[in-house]
C-alpha cells in the first residue's frame, strides 16, 4: 500500500545544499543524499515518497553536522617525531647506537694515533708557548705536572677530535632532551653522561680558548662508553631481527668488553701518567698491565710515580669488584643454558640432518629405547637427535648423554612444542621427522592424548613439510592426527594383540620381536641349546626389496606367490609374507597361489637381514641337483642329500602325489597334515605334493580355504544348544568410535539387549546367574580391565572375524572394575557370547563369579589408576601379587599380563629358589652390557608370551622412520585393518600324528601346496630339568615316585608319556615329572595317606641312610595339608558360599600324573612344579628348513583372505550374512588345533 504524506516542515521547503527547489522532480532527489548512504533505487513512487524526504532529511543534518576526527595528534609534534627516530623505532635506533658506536671507537683510534705521535723529549707546553724539555730524576721525589697536563696534538688531529667531540656532544644532548621525564638531576648524573662532557666539553672550550688545544684530555674514557653503545645496539638488533635475544651471548659480550675497557684504560692511563716518570711506551704498558691483572707479575716494568701507583691499585680493585659479578653471572646463564639446553646449531641444521623427539617428561628407559632403536640402523648413523620436552633433564638422563656415544648426537632442548621460539630452536623446520610421543604413566590418559593432539597441531603449523610420527594412547582421539604420516594408537594395537594370544599363544612376543631391530647374536654364547635358537632367531624382522630388483625372488616372475614363497624359503631361508602392486598402496599379506608375481612388484619377507646386506654362496649339494636328471625321485641310503635341500624340487617329487580335487569330505575329516597312503611298497618314504607355479582351479578352489565355514554352517552339531546356525555374517553396525576398521565379524541376527550381556545377573530373558548355567561348549576367555574403553572393542573383534571357525569361537567375559556405559553396550551387543560383570581381578569372588574355573584364557589389562605411583616402578605391584595369587589359586590357568615397566617381568611367576631364574638374570645382565636391544628376551614369562608392556611396542613407531611398512604390516597381522585379498595371522598345533613331515621345511611345503598358507614361526613348549641337590638322592626320589605310581596310579599315558622315549628338545626328560624336593610332588596329590605309608615301606627296603631320612621328610609333609589343599578348600569354600557348584574346580585340584605333564607342555603349572622340574616356551620366527618338528609345536601361520576369489568364482559362493557356504571340501581340509 502507499504510505501517507506527512506535512511537511517549514525547513523541508528549502532549497538542498545543491540549489534545488523542495519541489523538484524525483530525479534530483539523490543529489541530495550523503554520501556515506546508499541511494535507493526502484519501487513505487508514490509508496516511497515520505521514506525519500526522510532520508533527504537525515542526509542534510549528517552533512551538516560531520567532523574530521585526527587521531594521535600528539605524535605529530617535533619531539615525538624525533623520539620516534631515536628511540622507539628499533631499526633508525639501531642505526643511531651504531653510529654512536662508530665515533667512540674513532675516538680511541686518534687517541691512539695521538700518543703515537707524541714525544715529550722534544718538549712540553701549551698551544703557542715555547717547548720546554723535560728528565725524569728518580732520586727526585718532587713530580713534574707539565708532561701530565700537556700533550703535543698536531692542528689536523685537533681538528678532527673537535668535529667528533662536537657531533658526540649534540648528539648526547638532544638524547637528554628527547628522554627528559621531569627530573634534570637524574640524567645529569648518570655515568655516561659525566663522561661524555670529560671527552666532548675540553675540545668544545679549545674552539675558543687556543692555548688550551694542546690540554690533555682523556679520551681513552671513551671505551666504556662504545662498551655501553655496544650492549644497547645489540639490544635492538634482537627486536629488530625479531629473535630471541641470547642472554648468555649478551653475557659473554659483556663480560669481554669488561675486560678489553679494563686493559686499554690501564693501559691508557699508565703510560700517560708515566710521561713524568719512565716514560713508558704503550706496548710497554699494555705488556705490564697484562702481566699484572693476570697474577704473574715478573717485575720487569713497574710504576714509577705515585700516581701511576694508585693508578694501578684503583685498577686492581675494580677489577677485583666487577669481574668476579660477570663470571658469576656468566656462570648462572650457563647453568640455566645447561637445562634449557641452548639452541641448534642453524649451520648444523643446513649441513646435518637431524629428528627431534617431542615428549611431555623424558624417563631412561624410554630414552634408551629410542637411541638404541634409531641408531640401530646403519644409515642413521649421522643422524643427530633433538629432544624437545618441557620439563628439566633427568639426572639419569643427564649422565646418560654425557656418555661420549651420545653426547656428541644427542641434544636436549628444554622447551614446548606450542610456543614457536622453542620450534625455532630445534630447528624444526629443517628436521627430518618429529616423533611425538605420549605420556603413558599419566592417570589420566585422554588429557595426555589431548596434549599430544595440541602438539601434532603445533608442529604441523610451524613446519607443515616436516614428517609426523605421532603415538596416540586412546583410539577415539586417532582421527584428530590423521594427517601425520605415521600414527600408533597404543590400546588399538594392545587389544588386538592380547586378544590374538588367546588363539595363537604368545602373539605379543612374536611381534615384539618382529619390531625390535637386533643382529640374532642374543644367547649364542649360551651353552642351552634352545637360548642359541630362540637368540638367532629373534633376529629375523621384515624387508623389502622390489622383485625386479631381487635375488631372492626375481627368478619366480610370472610364477603363483605360494610357489615363490616355498621356494625361496627352500633355497635361501627367507620367508615372504606378503607384496604390495606398483599402482597400489594396499599391502597384501598372503594374497594366495592366484597372484602372479611382477617385477615390479614390492616383496616384504622375514628374514635375518635384508638381501643388500647378503652375501651368496652356493652349497655344493645345490651345485650337484642342478646336474641330477630331471626324472631323479628318490635318494636313498646313507649319502643322500638332506631332506630340505631336494624336498619339493619340480620332478623331483612326483611320487604319490595327493588327490586335492574338490570332493566332500569323508566321515569324521582328515588333517591337512595327515599321513598320505602309500602305494606299493611300505618302505618307501611319503612324500609330500608339490607347489605349483600357477595355481590351477582344479587343485586348489575357493571351497579349500572356505571349508570350515561351510561344514560350520552345513553341519552344526546336536549337542549345541545354540546352533551355529543363528549367527549371520556381517560388519559390526555401532562402532565405538571415529576411525575403527570395518571388519566382517560373526553377529547375531538381532541385536541382544542390554540387560542379557550382563553375566552374573539373570533378566526376563534368561535366568542365568553364572557361567556354569550358560552350558559353554567352549573354554571362556575372560578380560580383566578397569573401564570398558574404546580400545576394548578391539579386543573383542579379531575373536570375532568371519575367518575364525564357528565351532572355534569362545565366549567372552569382560571382567571389568567400572560399569560400561551405553555406548560401549550398544557397540558390543551384536556380538554373540560376549558378556561382562562388575569386579576386580584381586577379588576371588568376582572370579569364580565370571567362570574362571571354565576358563583357558585370563588377560590381565594394566589399569590406568596404578599407572603412576610415587616409585616409578611400583606402579605394576598391584597387579603382579594379584597375578601370582592366580597362579597358586588356579594352576591351569593360562594368564597373560599387561605390565607398565616390562622390567617388571621378572617378578612374574616369582620363586625365591628358583636357581635357573636367577641364571637368566645374569644372562639378561650379559646381553644388556653387550649392547643388545632385546636384553629382556630370555625371561621365560616374555618368552612363554605371559607377560608384556605397551612400550615395548614403541619401537614400532620408530622402525616406520627407516621402514614405513610396518604399521601397515602390523595392523594387518592383528587384525585391526582388513584389506580385501590379505590374509590373517592364525596357528595350527603339531601333533603326535604330524610327526612323519618330520621339518619345518617339510611343514612349509605341506602347507602351501594343500592350503596355501604360509608359516612364519614356532611357538615351542620344552621340558626342562635341572637339580641343585646330589644325582643319586633326586634319582631315589624317583624311583619311588614310581614305584608308587605302578601300584596305585595305573594311569593312561598322556601324549607327553608317549614321546618321553624319543630324542630331540625336551622330550629325554619327559619321563620323570617329579624331583627330589621335599614340597609335595604332583603325583601324588590324589593320593591317600594309606598309600604314602605303603609307599616309604617299600622304599625303606632298598635304600640307604640318606634315601630314609628323605623319605622321613616326605613321610612328614604328607601328613600335614599342604599349601595346595588349603588354597583348593579356600576356593572350594568361597565356591559354595556364593551357591556355585564346585565339581569344575575339583577337577582341576585333583590333576592326574597325565593331566599335570600335559599342562606343564603347554607352559600351565609353573608354580606348582618343583624347584627341579621347569617347562620352557618359547618363538622362533622363521626358523631354518631342516629344524625337527616337535610334538605340540603351535606353528603361527599366515592364511589367505577366504574370500579374495570367492567374487571371481561364482555368485553362490559370495559372503553374506544369510547365505550359507559351499559344502564341498577337499580331501586336505584344515582342522585348525589350538
Known amino acids: 500500500m502507499a504510505r501517507a504524506k506527512l506535512p511537511r516542515s517549514p525547513s523541508e521547503g528549502k532549497a538542498g545544499p545543491g540549489g534545488a527547489p523542495a519541489g523538484a522532480s524525483a530525479p534530483e532527489e539523490p543529489h541530495g543524499l550523503s554520501p ?13 515518497v515520505g521514506q525519500r524526504l526522510h532520508v533527504e532529511d537525515f542526509s542534510l543534518d549528517s552533512s551538516l553536522s560531520q567532523v574530521q576526527v585526527e587521531f594521535y595528534v600528539n605524535e605529530n609534534t617535533f619531539k615525538e617525531r624525533l623520539k620516534l627516530f631515536f628511540i622507539k623505532n628499533q ?19 686518534l ?95 679549545t674552539i675558543f680558548w687556543p692555548p688550551l688545544r694542546n690540554l690533555f684530555i682523556p679520551v681513552f674514557l671513551n ?157 642413521l648413523q649421522d643422524y643427530y637427535v633433538v629432544i624437545l620436552c618441557p620439563t628439566e633433564m633427568d639426572i639419569q638422563v643427564r649422565r646418560v648423554l654425557q656418555i661420549p656415544l651420545w653426547s656428541q648426537r644427542v641434544i636436549y632442548l628444554q622447551g614446548s612444542a606450542l610456543k614457536d621460539q622453542d620450534l625455532m630452536r630445534a630447528k624444526m623446520d629443517n628436521g627430518e621427522a618429529c616423533f611425538i610421543l605420549s605420556s603413558r604413566n599419566e592417570v589420566d590418559r585422554t588429557a595426555a592424548d589431548h596434549q599430544t593432539i595440541l602438539r601434532a597441531w603445533a608442529v604441523k603449523d610451524f613446519a607443515p613439510n616436516c614428517p609426523l610420527y605421532v603415538q596416540i594412547l586412546k583410539p577415539e582421539n586417532k582421527f584428530h592426527v590423521k594427517f601425520a604420516e605415521h600414527v600408533v594408537c597404543e590400546e588399538e594395537c594392545k587389544y588386538a594383540m592380547l586378544a590374538l594370544s588367546c588363539i595363537c599363544p604368545a602373539t605379543p612376543t612374536l611381534i615384539t620381536l618382529l619390531v625390535h631391530t637386533s643382529r640374532g647374536q642374543e644367547g649364542q654364547d649360551s651353552p642351552e641349546q634352545w637360548q642359541r635358537m630362540y637368540g638367532r632367531c629373534s633376529g629375523n624382522e621384515v624387508y623389502h626389496i622390489r622383485m625386479g630388483d631381487s635375488k631372492f625372488f626375481r627368478e619366480y616372475e610370472g610364477k603363483s606367490f605360494t610357489y615363490a614363497a616355498f621356494h625361496a624359503h627352500k633355497k635361501y631361508g627367507v620367508c615372504l609374507i606378503g607384496l604390495k602392486r606398483e599402482e597400489s598402496k594396499s599391502i597384501l599379506l598372503n594374497p594366495g597361489p592366484r597372484h602372479t608375481l611382477a617385477a615390479s612388484d614390492t616383496c616384504f619377507y622375514i628374514n635375518i637381514t635384508k638381501e643388500e646386506n647378503s652375501a651368496f654362496i652356493f652349497k655344493q649339494e645345490e651345485k650337484q641337483k642342478k646336474k641330477g636328471s630331471a626324472g631323479q625321485g628318490l635318494y636313498e641310503g646313507s649319502s643322500r642329500l638332506p631332506v630340505h635341500s631336494i624336498i619339493a624340487s619340480m620332478g623331483t617329487v612326483a611320487m604319490d602325489l595327493q588327490n586335492t580335487e574338490c570332493r566332500p569330505a569323508q566321515s569324521g575329516g582328515g588333517s591337512k597334515l595327515a599321513l598320505p597312503t602309500e602305494n606299493g611298497s611300505g618302505s618307501r618314504r611319503p612324500s609330500i605334493a608339490p607347489v605349483l607355479e600357477v595355481a590351477d582351479s582344479s587343485t586348489l578352489l575357493p571351497c579349500d580355504l572356505l571349508s570350515d565355514q561351510s561344514e560350520d554352517e552345513m553341519t552344526p552339531s546336536d549337542e549345541e544348544g545354540l546352533s551355529v546356525a543363528e549367527y549371520v555374517k556381517g560388519y559390526p553396525p555401532n562402532s565405538p568410535y571415529i576411525g575403527s576398521s570395518p571388519t566382517l565379524c560373526h553377529l547375531l541376527p538381532v541385536k541382544a539387549p542390554f540387560c542379557c550381556l550382563r553375566l552374573d545377573k539373570g533378566c526376563k530373558h534368561n535366568s542365568y546367574e553364572d557361567a556354569k548355567a550358560y552350558g559353554f561348549k567352549n573354554k571362556l576367555i575372560i578380560v580383566s580391565a578397569e573401564t570398558a574403553g574404546n580400545g576394548l572393542y578391539n579386543f573383542i573383534v579379531p575373536l570375532r572375524a568371519y575367518y575364525r571357525p564357528r565351532r572355534e569361537l569362545n565366549p567372552i567375559v569382560l571382567l571389568l572394575d567400572n560399569k560400561p556405559d551405553h555406548h560401549f553396550l550398544e557397540a558390543i551387543c551384536c556380538f554373540p557370547m560376549v558378556y561382562y560383570m562388575e569386579g576386580s581381578v584381586d577379588n576371588l569372588d568376582s572370579l569364580l563369579q565370571c567362570g574362571i574355573i571354565y576358563a583357558d584364557n585370563l588377560v590381565v589389562v594394566d589399569k590406568e589408576s596404578t599407572m603412576s605411583a610415587e616409585e616409578d616402578y611400583m606402579a605394576d605391584a598391584k597387579t603382579i601379587v594379584s597375578v601370582q595369587t592366580m597362579f597358586r589359586l588356579f594352576p591351569s590357568l593360562s594368564i597373560t599380563t599387561e605390565l607398565t615397566h616390562p622390567s617388571n617381568m621378572r617378578f612374574m611367576q616369582f620363586r625365591a629358589k628358583d636357581s635357573y631364574s636367577l641364571a637368566l638374570s645374569r644372562l639378561e645382565k650379559r646381553e644388556r652390557e653387550n649392547g643388545s636391544n632385546l636384553a629382556f628376551m630370555f625371561r621365560l614369562p616374555f618368552a612363554a608370551g605371559r607377560v608384556f608392556s605397551i612400550s615395548m611396542l614403541d619401537t614400532l613407531l620408530y622402525q616406520s622412520f627407516v621402514k614405513d611398512y610396518m604399521i601397515p604390516i602390523t595392523r594387518l597381522l592383528l587384525g585391526l585393518d582388513t584389506t580385501p585379498g590379505s590374509g590373517y595371522l592364525c596357528a595350527m598345533k603339531v601333533t603326535e600324528d604330524d610327526l612323519w613331515i618330520r621339518t619345518y621345511g617339510r611343514l612349509f611345503q605341506k602347507l602351501c601346496s594343500s592350503s596355501a598358507e604360509i608359516p612364519i614361526g614356532i611357538y615351542r613348549t620344552e621340558c626342562h630339568v635341572f637339580s641343585s641337590e646330589p644325582h643319586n638322592l633326586r634319582a631315589q626320589s624317583q624311583v619311588s615316585v614310581s614305584m608308587g605310581d605302578r601300584e596305585d596310579a595305573r594311569e593312561p599315558k598322556g601324549p607327553w608319556g608317549s614321546r618321553a622315549g624319543t630324542g630331540g628338545g625336551g622330550g629325554a626328560h619327559g619321563r620323570h615329572a617329579v624331583g627330589g624336593d621335599s614340597a609335595e610332588p604332583p603325583l601324588l596329590r590324589r593320593k591317600s595317606l594309606p598309600w604314602a605309608r605303603r609307599l616309604s615301606r617299600k622304599g625303606a627296603g632298598h635304600t640307604g641312610k640318606a634315601a630314609a631320612e628323605w623319605i622321613s621328610q616326605q613321610r612328614l609333609s604328607l601328613y600335614q595339608r599342604s599349601e595346595r589343599q588349603e588354597l583348593s578348600e579356600l576356593v572350594k569354600n568361597r565356591m559354595k558360599h556364593l551357591g556355585l557348584p564346585t565339581t569344575g574346580y575339583e577337577d582341576v585340584a585333583n590333576l592326574t600324573a597325565s593331566d599335570v605333564m600335559n599342562r606343564v607342555n603347554l607352559g600351565y603349572l609353573q608354580d606348582e612344579m618343583n624347584d627341579h622340574q621347569n617347562t620352557l616356551s618359547y618363538v622362533l620366527i622363521n626358523p631354518p628348513p631342516d629344524t625337527r618338528l616337535e610334538p605340540n609345536d603351535i606353528v603361527y601361520l599366515i592364511r589367505s583372505d577366504p574370500l579374495a576369489h570367492v567374487a571371481s568364482s561364482s555368485r553362490s559362493r559370495k559372503s553374506s550374512c544369510g547365505n550359507k557356504l559351499a559344502s564341498c571340501s577337499p580331501e586336505t581340509r584344515d582342522e585348525t588345533q589350538f
Open 111 to 205: 687517541y691512539i694515533v695521538r700518543v703515537l705521535l707524541d714525544d715529550p723529549a722534544l718538549g712540553i707546553g701549551c698551544w703557542g708557548c715555547p717547548k720546554q724539555n723535560y728528565t725524569f730524576n728518580e732520586s727526585s721525589s718532587e713530580i713534574n705536572w707539565a708532561p701530565i697536563l700537556w700533550v703535543e696534538r698536531k692542528m689536523a688531529l685537533w681538528a678532527i677530535q673537535v668535529i667528533v667531540a662536537i657531533i658526540s656532544f649534540l648528539e648526547t644532548m638532544l638524547l637528554i632532551y628527547l628522554s627528559y621525564k621531569g627530573n634534570i638531576w637524574e640524567q645529569t648524573f648518570r655515568v655516561a653522561f659525566i663522561l661524555e662532557m670529560i671527552n666532548t666539553l675540553p675540545f668544545i672550550i
Open 36 to 48: 556515506l548512504l546508499p541511494t535507493r533505487g526502484g519501487g513505487s513512487v508514490g509508496s516511497d
Open 223 to 379: 671505551c666504556w662508553l662504545a662498551k655501553h653503545a655496544l650492549e644497547n645496539m645489540i639490544n635492538d638488533f634482537h627486536r629488530a631481527i625479531l629473535r630471541t635475544q641470547s642472554a648468555m651471548f649478551n653475557q659473554v659480550l659483556i663480560l669481554f668488553c669488561t675486560l678489553l675497557c679494563l686493559v686499554f684504560t690501564g693501559t691508557c692511563g699508565i703510560q700517560h701518567l708515566e710521561r713524568a716518570g719512565d716514560n713508558l711506551s704503550l706496548l710497554t704498558s699494555f705488556y705490564f698491565c697484562i702481566v699484572t691483572f693476570s697474577t704473574v707479575g715478573y717485575g720487569d716494568v713497574t710504576p714509577k710515580i705515585w700516581p701511576s701507583q694508585l693508578l694501578v691499585v684503583i685498577m686492581i680493585c675494580v677489577a677485583l669488584v666487577v669481574l668476579p659479578l660477570q663470571f658469576e653471572e656468566l656462570v648462572y646463564l650457563w647453568m640455566e643454558r645447561q637445562k634449557s639446553g641452548g639452541n641448534y646449531s642453524r649451520h648444523r641444521a643446513q649441513t646435518e640432518k637431524h629428528v627431534i623427539l617431542c615428549v611431555s617428561s623424558l624417563k631412561i628407559d624410554l630414552l634408551m629405547d629410542f637411541l638404541n632403536e634409531f641408531y640401530a640402523h646403519p644409515r
Open 91 to 109: 631499526r633508525s635506533s639501531l642505526r643511531i647506537r651504531l653510529f654512536n658506536f662508530s665515533l667512540k671507537l674513532l675516538t680511541c683510534l
